[in-house]
């Protein structure tokens, strides 16, 4: 077990409203990364952040943001949902804004209807 | 453009045997790789990592390879168990770790007992 919690674990919204996922980094780490995995796809890269700072940013966009608290959990946002946000959202802890040793969390399965 | 590529969507291998995953990248600049076990409905889980100062990694069971010239690696299971039956992702990062992973869409791997 990695030690990354992510919740809710599914979720379904409608098209145009707005999305609130949570996750809880591994004790020890500071930087959570999140992913969006779209059906048959490996997962993309949204953003990375690092002691509370946004540290790298994918091809996503502004409508999806996030937080990162003092204890390192960290929040994405999604908002004004599309249909094609229907997707599973996963975060990684890691230290130090390094991926070397990023630990995955279970994901929060998203459907927007 | 798909960075990292993994062309055989699904390997099915019998129980005891060799299981060979293959994946490929374009980038140049990527010099840390890993690859990543998903089981169903929950979140990868790291299997081992590579460094472009190496060429071979080796974990009990898994040991991955990577040929720079041909922007080429594989991750090589010896013996096959039925508990490795999941969906394998090889990732990408550069600057040794510290740039977001980059995912391959994934081969999903069957022990046949």
């Known amino acids: 077990e990695t030690g990354v919690t992510q919740s809710p674990t599914h979720l379904i919204k409608t098209r145009g409203q707005q999305v609130t996922l949570r996750c809880s980094s591994q004790?020890?780490?500071?930087?959570v990364s999140w992913y969006q995995q779209a059906l048959g796809q490996g997962p993309q890269f949204i953003f990375q952040y690092y002691r509370e700072e946004e540290n790298g940013r994918g091809n996503f966009p502004p409508r999806f943001s996030g937080l990162q608290f003092p204890n390192y959990s960290s929040e994405l946002n999604v908002n004004a949902l599309e249909l094609d946000d229907s997707a599973l959202y996963l975060c990684?802890?890691?230290?130090?804004?390094?991926?070397?040793?990023?630990?995955f969390g279970q994901g929060t399965r998203l459907t927007v209807v | 453009d798909q960075q990292v590529k993994q062309n055989s969507p699904s390997l099915s291998v019998q129980e005891g045997r060799i299981s060979i995953l293959n994946c490929d990248y374009t980038n140049s600049m990527f010099d840390y790789f890993l690859w990543y076990k998903k089981y169903p409905a929950e979140g990868p889980t790291f299997l081992i990592s590579?460094?472009?100062?190496?060429d071979k990694n080796e974990d009990g069971r898994f040991t991955v390879f990577l040929n720079k010239s041909a922007k080429h690696l594989s991750l090589h299971i010896v013996p096959s168990q039925p508990g490795d039956s999941a969906v394998y992702f090889c990732a990408a990062s550069g600057n040794f770790g510290n740039e977001k992973l980059t995912f391959g869409t994934g081969t999903r791997l069957t022990i046949i007992p």
């Open positions: 990684a802890s890691s230290p130090d804004g390094s991926n070397t040793e990023a630990f």
């Open positions: 004790s020890g780490h500071n930087t």
């Open positions: 590579i460094s472009s100062i190496k």
